[in-house]
């Protein structure tokens, strides 16, 4: 995905009732405006200016061409002056894509020694964009309200983070989630409904056997191979058993090709993420544990032992990242570490860990894997980098899908681990282990998550808002007592909703 093919509309609201000159300054300031935002260079979206709108056929003309225009991911209102909100009700019910209402006016200050009744007429965002709030309201439909001036650098910032989710929601409306093998036997929190998936969060969730992708191993040439191997040696420092010529060399080249194959079937089958499991490999040589690190940094999503939900979160977590520094990735809640306030949880998993979180150059290792029944796999080695971030899942509640997000502070990890094979963070979640854990497992997480240095609350709250999904959040205010009764309340808002469905 790239974010110079999108845009964001900017529609302006007003009325006739102040004449044709107010409608001429509306449309000029509306232009300034769009014009300094597009130049501030905060916003990773173009934005758009569709024009003022004075009636309820221009307002249902400009939704209906939003809702049409594969560029457009999301619209954003403002009310110049005072816009009857009785007249965006048609174009409300049709709309479809992510919405943004900001809460502005075109000048900063007011001009004391100058305003006068025909200033007052003009700009009146505080009036209007609170009946335009009302009738968004009462039609029950999701937005974000963006309040301060235009010019502000933390209103652009707000407005930024909006763009991103809105491209990450366009990206998941046809988004296909490759699965090879089924979710690992007997596990529940990884699995789920993909038809409401589909409906509620817009992927795809499609099974392949794995013999498909074997057939396209078998395509792939030795040059291919000396070609992909000749990356590896440029991108990574080299265990000695993995060089030409050492033992597992050949298990190196094993992989090379299971990447090569895997990274032409998901783009033959216009796939932006998969899935594996241990437990179907059949006509592999290894788990492709490197050619799933790969992909993640290519921006595939992934989810281990079949969990597509994971997959799907991963992608969307990498589309709105998109040219921020920290990284993301596929991780695991693996084993603990007891030690009073600064307990902490060891992040990892079999192999596949996404280099984006590298602390340093990874270390291409082939080692022995104890389950999958194969060859010993080659993977990278390495410790995430220090800092704070965000660790996410869906699960379905049966009745909806819930996101849980988690704050955690991941650390540096100063003492070596010689045998340990894999790649891993060491992370505190917020507040501490002992809440963030006991909350965590009260909302039903999963032991894999989506992990963003680079994505904070705000983005995932946008994301849960505009796909109308349940979110819940432990942070550093985090208290048990009250996530229970958060967790109550929610269940009986989705009891009653549901009830109340027609």
Request: glycine share 8%.
């Amino acid at each position: 995905m790239n974010f110079n093919d999108l845009e964001v509309w900017f529609v302006t609201g007003a009325q006739l009732l102040y004449g044709g000159d107010a409608v001429i300054q509306v449309d000029a300031h509306s232009n300034e405006m769009v014009k300094g935002l597009n130049e501030s260079g905060t916003l990773p979206v173009k934005v758009v200016y569709k024009g003022t709108v004075n009636s309820s056929p221009e307002v249902a003309d400009t939704f209906r061409a939003a809702n049409n225009d594969s560029k457009c991911i999301g619209v954003i209102t403002w009310m110049h002056t005072f816009s009857p909100a009785k007249m965006w009700i048609h174009g409300l019910m049709d709309y479809k894509k992510p919405l943004l209402h900001l809460h502005t006016q075109f000048n900063k200050e007011i001009p004391f020694d100058k305003i006068d009744m025909d200033f007052m007429n003009l700009n009146q965002s505080a009036h209007g964009d609170r009946e335009f709030g009302h009738i968004v309201s009462r039609m029950r439909k999701n937005r974000k309200v963006v309040v301060g001036h235009w010019s502000d650098e933390k209103v652009q910032g707000k407005i930024a983070v909006w763009m991103r989710v809105a491209a990450a929601w366009a990206d998941a409306q046809d988004m296909r989630i490759i699965r090879f093998g089924d979710n690992m036997n007997n596990v529940a929190v990884t699995d789920g409904d993909k038809v409401e998936a589909e409906i509620r969060l817009g992927y795809h969730v499609d099974y392949y056997p794995i013999g498909d992708l074997v057939a396209y191993q078998d395509q792939v040439t030795e040059a291919d191979i000396d070609e992909l191997v000749a990356v590896y040696e440029e991108e990574y420092e080299w265990a000695d058993n993995c060089k030409k010529g050492a033992k597992d060399h050949g298990q190196v080249r094993e992989a090379a090709r299971e990447e090569i194959a895997l990274r032409r079937f998901l783009k033959d089958k216009k796939a932006k993420g998969f899935t594996t499991n241990f437990d179907a490999l059949h006509g592999l040589d290894q788990l492709p544990g490197l050619a799933s690190q790969r992909l993640m940094a290519e921006g595939y999503g992934f989810g281990a032992e079949g969990d597509w939900k994971t997959a799907a979160l991963y992608r969307s977590f990498w589309v709105m990242g998109q040219g921020l520094p920290g990284g993301c990735s596929f991780l695991e809640d693996y084993t603990y570490h007891f030690d009073g306030e600064k307990s902490a949880i060891l992040q990892a998993h079999m192999l596949e860990i996404c280099p984006l979180i590298a602390a340093q150059k990874p270390r291409l290792e082939v080692h022995p894997l104890g389950i999958g029944g194969k060859a010993d796999p080659a993977r990278l080695v390495f410790t995430s980098h220090a800092g704070a971030g965000v660790a996410a899942t869906i699960v379905d509640m049966g009745n909806r899908f819930r996101m849980i997000v988690n704050n955690v502070d991941v650390l540096d990890q100063d003492i070596p681990m010689p045998n340990l094979p894999v790649a891993s963070a060491l992370w505190i979640p917020q507040p501490n282990l002992e809440i963030g854990a006991a909350a965590w497992i009260l909302a039903g997480g999963t032991h894999h998550t989506a992990f963003s240095y680079d994505l904070t609350n705000e983005y995932l709250e946008d994301y849960a808002d505009i796909a109308g999904i349940e979110l819940v959040t432990i942070y550093k205010n985090t208290t048990i007592s009250e996530f229970k009764k958060e967790l109550r309340y929610n269940d009986l808002y989705y009891m009653l909703n549901h009830s109340l469905q027609p």
